[in-house]
């Protein structure tokens, strides 16, 4: 009964491609989140959808495209991989829009960028 | 700005007790969480403080202070499953601001 998942696990590319991360959350919940953690364990909000609807937009490059087509799914697609890229992805959901406080994370999807 | 401080690491014994602190300075401020993670997994959920005091859970205590912008976890009859990365984090504005996390290494 997995409750926020992702797919891939790893994904290990070269610079310049594309790829995609999907996340799924079967908890019911109305807010997903994506988030970037770096190599020295700093969690950065990337984006933020309540049912279907892009809330929160951090500083982040116009090469990473969040898309959600319905709110128990959110996917990540990153266009033109860079080194700095590399880092674990993870999703998280909470159950609505105001209860930020309490999420739920996905096991994380470590990209490395070679 | 926004900005939380914890310490980067805290050494303890097993069996313990252990107390990690986190200041925070931010816009808006709803409450304090804390979440655990061992190393190679995910963030999950300890626990929340919107209002003043003490908050307890099984060996997990949170404290928060909002005249002070401070909370702290406590850990007590520390276990080496313990042993993981503990972040703070401010619920602003719909999400959440989070400290860079302490690293907790128990020794036997």
């Known amino acids: 009964d997995t409750a926020v998942s992702q797919t891939p696990k790893y994904l290990v590319t070269q610079m310049g491609n594309d790829k995609s991360i999907k996340c799924e959350q079967n908890?019911?919940?109305?807010?997903m989140y994506w988030y970037k953690q770096d190599s020295k364990k700093f969690l950065k909000i990337m984006f933020s959808?309540?049912?279907?609807?892009?809330?929160i937009n951090e500083t982040v490059p116009n090469r990473f495209s969040p898309k959600s087509p319905d709110k128990a799914h959110l996917n990540l697609h990153i266009n033109s991989l860079e080194l700095g890229d590399s880092a674990v992805y993870f999703c998280?959901?909470?159950?609505?829009?105001?209860?930020?406080?309490?999420?739920?994370f996905g096991p994380g999807t470590r990209l490395t960028v070679t | 700005g926004q900005s939380l401080e914890q310490p980067s690491e805290v050494t303890a014994v097993e069996g313990a007790i252990v107390q990690i602190n986190c200041t925070y300075q931010t816009s808006g401020f709803y409450g304090l969480s804390w979440y655990q993670q061992h190393d190679g997994g995910a963030p999950t959920f300890l626990s929340y403080?919107?209002l003043d005091g003490l908050e307890e859970t099984g060996r997990f205590s949170s404290f928060l202070s909002r005249s002070d912008s401070y909370g702290y976890l406590l850990l007590q009859e520390l276990q080496m499953k313990d042993s993981a990365s503990y972040f703070c984090a401010v619920n602003s504005n719909y999400q959440l601001i989070w400290g860079a996390g302490t690293k907790l290494i128990i020794k036997p």
């Open positions: 998280a959901s909470s159950p609505r829009q105001g209860t930020a406080y309490e999420q739920y």
């Open positions: 908890l019911g919940h109305d807010t």
């Open positions: 959808y309540n049912n279907k609807e892009l809330i």
């Open positions: 403080n919107a």
